[in-house]
């Protein structure tokens, strides 16, 4: 491995790091706003844009 591989292979291992550190991160906000009851309240509007937002099925064409 050239020094540039390893270079670059160091800089993606440290990019994965931060990026499951902030992923741990976002799940144990998940996990503490659960535990609390929190509920997000949405406005008309958001509620709105929401609801038009078709289902995943829709979107891969497997809606029947």
Not at 16 to 28: Q, S, T
């Amino acid at each position: 491995m050239t020094k540039t591989q390893a270079d670059r292979q160091h800089q993606m291992t440290a990019r994965l790091r931060r990026e499951l550190d902030v992923a741990n991160g976002l799940r144990r906000l998940n996990e503490y706003r659960d535990a609390a009851g929190w509920k997000q309240d949405r406005t008309a509007g958001q509620k709105e844009m929401l609801a038009s937002i078709p289902p995943i099925t829709a979107l891969m064409g497997m809606e029947g």
